[in-house]
């Protein structure tokens, strides 16, 4: 009988289609909030599966506490940087993700923050709510035109191709670099490419992270490169938080070195109530929920079982993201 344990509280859609199946057990931590790592090595142990989040690290401790028999670990994200790949691979276990049913939705809120950083949105709705507002202001929250700008991505992905089809609808000049050069999408919506990040710095008036995390982008936006803005600048990150430096962003938006920033996810994360950047008026920080839309998440909860269900009745799953095991097991 399989045994599947999911780490915290989801949308029922997944859940649900997990109970369905006839004879297996299904565990799940149920309260809204990470399982402590004891509890967490403890709960999987004998799981064929585990339906996990980002704040579930999935390394070599954690494959030996579930042992031997299980076959895959089902991130509820499109990052899997919580996945340590090598050891799920060196042991036979697919780990999958859920990439493309939150494309949009996250880009939606990308682009959101570039929208409320750009036009004081924040500050303007504190002001009203404080009393402040009497008569109309001709000085008042002057901020940055988005129509015309400059949009600079790092990294063309599928959440960076959706974010400069949004830029592109402000007709805005979309930049980019990425280590995949896009020349289809060039060719067909006339984005620019450049050759290095610093080029797609330097000529931007929004900078927007769409790269995964690693050890090369950890920091990537550090002191050195939030110098080379504009000071009328504005850096959006829903990406992940650890590559944005927030020491040297802290610095640069207290400054006067860039204009602002918005951010949706953050180093340490989540981020203290006393951080010093919530201290700052041009900083614009929300908790995580990129992916905060109902169809998306349910979307997700959905592919991340489907995913599950597909190991464990022998087939392929939809979305893995180490393939040579899929392709050792022989899956179809």
């Given at each position: 009988?399989?045994?599947?344990?999911?780490?915290?509280?989801?949308?029922?859609?997944?859940?649900?289609?997990?109970?369905?199946?006839?004879?297996?057990?299904?565990?799940?931590?149920?309260?809204?909030?990470?399982?402590?790592?004891?509890?967490?090595?403890?709960?999987?142990?004998?799981?064929?599966?585990?339906?996990?989040?980002?704040?579930?690290?999935?390394?070599?401790?954690?494959?030996?506490?579930?042992?031997?028999?299980?076959?895959?670990?089902?991130?509820?994200?499109?990052?899997f940087d919580n996945f340590v790949v090598p050891e799920l691979t060196k042991r036979g276990v697919i780990g999958t993700n859920t990439p493309d049913v939150l494309t949009d939705t996250t880009a939606d809120l990308a682009f959101a923050l570039l929208m409320a950083t750009s036009r004081m949105l924040p500050q303007a709705e504190k002001y009203v709510k404080d009393g402040h507002w009497h008569t109309w202001e001709p000085l008042?929250?002057?901020?940055?035109?988005?129509?015309?700008?400059?949009?600079?991505?790092?990294?063309?992905?599928?959440?960076?191709?959706?974010?400069?089809?949004?830029?592109?609808?402000?007709?805005?000049?979309?930049?980019?670099?990425?280590?995949?050069?896009?020349?289809?999408?060039?060719?067909?919506?006339?984005?620019?490419?450049?050759?290095?990040?610093?080029?797609?710095?330097?000529?931007?008036?929004?900078?927007?992270?769409?790269?995964?995390?690693?050890?090369?982008?950890?920091?990537?936006?550090?002191?050195?490169?939030?110098?080379?803005?504009?000071?009328?600048?504005?850096?959006?990150?829903?990406?992940?938080?650890?590559?944005?430096?927030?020491?040297?962003?802290?610095?640069?938006?207290?400054?006067?070195?860039?204009?602002?920033?918005?951010?949706?996810?953050?180093?340490?994360?989540?981020?203290?109530?006393?951080?010093?950047?919530?201290?700052?008026?041009?900083?614009?920080?929300?908790?995580?929920?990129?992916?905060?839309?109902?169809?998306?998440?349910?979307?997700?909860?959905?592919?991340?079982?489907?995913?599950?269900?597909?190991?464990?009745?022998?087939?392929?799953?939809?979305?893995?993201?180490?393939?040579?095991?899929?392709?050792?097991?022989?899956?179809?």
């Amino acid at each position: 009988m399989p045994k599947v344990f999911i780490t915290r509280n989801i949308p029922a859609i997944g859940p649900d289609k997990l109970r369905k199946q006839s004879g297996w057990e299904i565990d799940q931590w149920s309260k809204d909030e990470v399982i402590p790592r004891d509890e967490l090595l403890r709960r999987v142990k004998g799981a064929d599966a585990v339906l996990s989040l980002l704040t579930e690290r999935i390394d070599a401790e954690f494959i030996e506490a579930a042992g031997p028999q299980l076959k895959v670990v089902a991130n509820l994200a499109v990052g899997f940087d919580n996945f340590v790949v090598p050891e799920l691979t060196k042991r036979g276990v697919i780990g999958t993700n859920t990439p493309d049913v939150l494309t949009d939705t996250t880009a939606d809120l990308a682009f959101a923050l570039l929208m409320a950083t750009s036009r004081m949105l924040p500050q303007a709705e504190k002001y009203v709510k404080d009393g402040h507002w009497h008569t109309w202001e001709p000085l008042g929250f002057m901020g940055q035109d988005v129509h015309h700008a400059t949009l600079g991505l790092l990294g063309m992905g599928r959440i960076g191709a959706a974010m400069a089809r949004r830029g592109a609808g402000f007709e805005m000049k979309v930049i980019y670099y990425d280590a995949y050069r896009r020349q289809d999408l060039e060719q067909q919506y006339g984005y620019e490419y450049r050759n290095s990040i610093e080029e797609v710095i330097r000529e931007s008036d929004f900078v927007s992270v769409h790269t995964p995390l690693t050890e090369e982008t950890r920091h990537l936006m550090n002191a050195e490169r939030l110098a080379m803005m504009k000071k009328t600048a504005i850096l959006i990150n829903s990406a992940r938080g650890p590559i944005v430096d927030p020491d040297a962003l802290y610095d640069a938006l207290k400054n006067g070195t860039i204009w602002a920033a918005g951010l949706d996810v953050t180093e340490p994360e989540p981020v203290p109530s006393d951080h010093k950047l919530l201290t700052l008026e041009n900083c614009l920080i929300v908790p995580h929920i990129a992916s905060a839309s109902i169809n998306t998440r349910n979307n997700m909860s959905e592919l991340a079982a489907d995913n599950i269900i597909n190991v464990l009745e022998g087939r392929a799953p939809k979305t893995p993201v180490n393939k040579e095991v899929v392709e050792q097991k022989g899956l179809k």
